[in-house]
């Protein structure tokens, strides 16, 4: 039989937990130490319903602190102080039963990257009292008090759907809306926004972070039907959309920027100032506008005396960019587009169309991959590519300890990877196109070749490579799948 944590999530595609190897509930040795944020709510008798159940867990109270939180911002400031390797955040007002934080803190304790999450019921009527909470707690008779409580349906289905999450898409996260769920301490890194920490947002952040989200049944939970869920909802889109780019239909107002935009492209200096202004300038006329540009170069060499191998093109560069909301100007190469869900690495020799970014962002959801290039149309080799990058599935297998010059196979290990032709998706090489491509923003859409050729046996990047040039040498447009 495996050994608890034997496999890792690094291993795991996408959202499958089944070969993380938890201790079974009841027998974690030794225990974690566990803190447990009670979030939320402003009322002083929900959060003692929760405290009073909390009282009667089974995992040894030395290894128990319990932490009430008046709001999501100090969940935020909580957690970046807590000492506690696991962390079980629950709402206000929902009664845990007494087995929730062992049931739940196994999955992290095993590995890193599992968030264990309850599967509430819900409960309506009258709202018991603290007092008679924490007697049912200390019988053991919670079932009784919310006798008649129910799984929602809608959360129901979705489970059912996803075989309890192992099948889920990058929206996983969303399941623990509502619910408690425990997590690695070191997985999630707080921001500095005041509306951090809610549920949604600690769990998309964590998401981000190579999570791996799993139910757990043994978890017993109660929360309390809303009252108003159409009212909550308006204010978690109101105070979360800024911050979370899913769901994406949240996202609707066409002209808007955001704090955490959906991509991060980034862009090395590399080439004559009229190449990398055309570079940028297309990705900033993309259809898809939820997108920040990082133009990486020594800016310190665009200063007024110069310097740098280059100072009249950092010059012009500096001064197109620098007051352009959606540009930063960067020193260095992010290794991650954390907290955003993708990371664009686009050689400033390459030129994307109007709707590129769009259909490639669209095409990398569609087939739930990892890692997606797109050569130059016409491109002998595979020198120069634009990469999408899953931050998640980097983030796991960096997690992993994966080195930078192998995060290629590890994430084509865990998520797949694929390859495209830029005719396909109307990418073009600038420095190459002949007069006038360098200003042009193109308006084609981008075509779809009718056959897919999986390269599954193709498990090294050389090998890939040699089989696109190949095909570009045929004259043939197909799409490399590599899993």
Same mark, same amino acid.
């Given at each position: ?64 602190? +319990? ?20 962390? %079980?955040?629950?709402? /206000? ?9 062992? #049931? ?27 007092? $008679? ?16 409580? *129910?799984?929602?349906?809608?959360? =129901? ?24 769920? #425990? ?38 939970? &109660? ?33 808007? =920027? ?7 492209? $980034?862009?090395? +200096? ?28 020594? &800016? ?14 950092? @010059? ?5 960019? @620098? ?9 260095? /190469? ?29 095409? $990398? ?32 297998? =960096? ?21 495209? =032709? ?5 990418? %073009?090489?600038? *420095? ?5 491509? *360098?200003? /042009? ?13 999986? +390269? ?11 089989? +696109? ?15």
């Amino acid at each position: 039989m495996s050994q608890p944590g034997a496999v890792s999530s690094a291993a795991s595609p996408h959202n499958d937990w089944s070969r993380i190897r938890p201790a079974e509930p009841g027998q974690s040795t030794p225990p974690a130490q566990v803190t447990v944020c009670v979030v939320g709510g402003g009322d002083p008798s929900a959060a003692a319903r929760t405290t009073a159940a909390l009282a009667q867990q089974r995992h040894p109270a030395e290894l128990l602190q +319990v932490v009430t939180c008046a709001d999501d911002n100090g969940f935020v400031d909580l957690v970046a102080a807590a000492t506690s390797e696991i962390i %079980v955040r629950i709402p /206000a007002g929902a009664v845990p039963g007494p087995d929730l934080v062992g #049931a739940l803190a196994r999955w992290p304790q095993a590995d890193p990257d599992a968030v264990g999450l309850a599967v509430p019921a819900r409960f309506g009527g009258t709202v018991p009292e603290p007092e $008679m909470v924490a007697a049912h707690a200390s019988a053991g008779t919670l079932g009784q008090l919310f006798a008649g409580s *129910a799984v929602d349906a809608g959360l =129901t289905r979705r489970l059912e759907a996803t075989h309890q999450l192992r099948t889920a898409d990058h929206t996983a996260f969303l399941t623990a809306a509502g619910t408690a769920f #425990a997590f690695h301490r070191s997985r999630y890194r707080p921001g500095t926004d005041p509306y951090q920490g809610a549920d949604v947002e600690v769990a998309y952040r964590l998401a981000q972070a190579g999570a791996v989200f799993v139910p757990e049944p043994t978890a017993s939970l &109660w929360t309390l039907v809303p009252t108003d869920p159409a009212g909550d909802d308006r204010q978690a889109r109101a105070a979360l959309t800024d911050l979370l780019p899913y769901p994406r239909q949240h996202r609707d107002r066409p002209g808007r =920027t955001w704090q955490v935009p959906l991509i991060c492209a $980034m862009v090395p +200096v590399d080439q004559p100032y009229e190449v990398v202004r055309a570079c940028v300038d297309r990705l900033l006329a993309s259809d898809e506008r939820d997108l920040q540009v990082a133009l990486v170069a020594d &800016w310190a060499a665009a200063g007024p005396t110069g310097g740098g191998d280059q100072p009249d093109d950092l @010059r012009l560069l500096a001064a197109e960019y @620098r007051h352009e909301p959606r540009v930063r100007l960067v020193d260095t /190469a992010p290794a991650s587009a954390y907290p955003s869900p993708y990371l664009l690495r686009v050689p400033a020799r390459l030129g994307v169309g109007r709707r590129t970014v769009g259909a490639v962002t669209a095409a $990398m959801e569609k087939w739930r991959c990892g890692l997606l290039r797109v050569l130059p149309a016409g491109a002998g080799s595979a020198t120069y590519a634009v990469e999408l990058w899953s931050t998640a599935a980097r983030c796991r297998a =960096t997690n992993a300890g994966t080195a930078e010059d192998a995060l290629v196979e590890a994430v084509a290990a865990s998520h797949g990877q694929r390859w495209e =032709t830029g005719s396909e998706f109307d990418v %073009v090489d600038l *420095a190459t196109a002949g007069p006038g491509a *360098a200003d /042009a923003t193109t308006t084609a859409a981008p075509r779809r070749a009718a056959k897919t050729v999986p +390269v599954g046996g193709a498990r090294s990047l050389g090998r890939a490579t040699v089989f +696109v040039a190949r095909q570009y040498a045929r004259g043939v447009r197909r799409r490399l799948v590599s899993r």
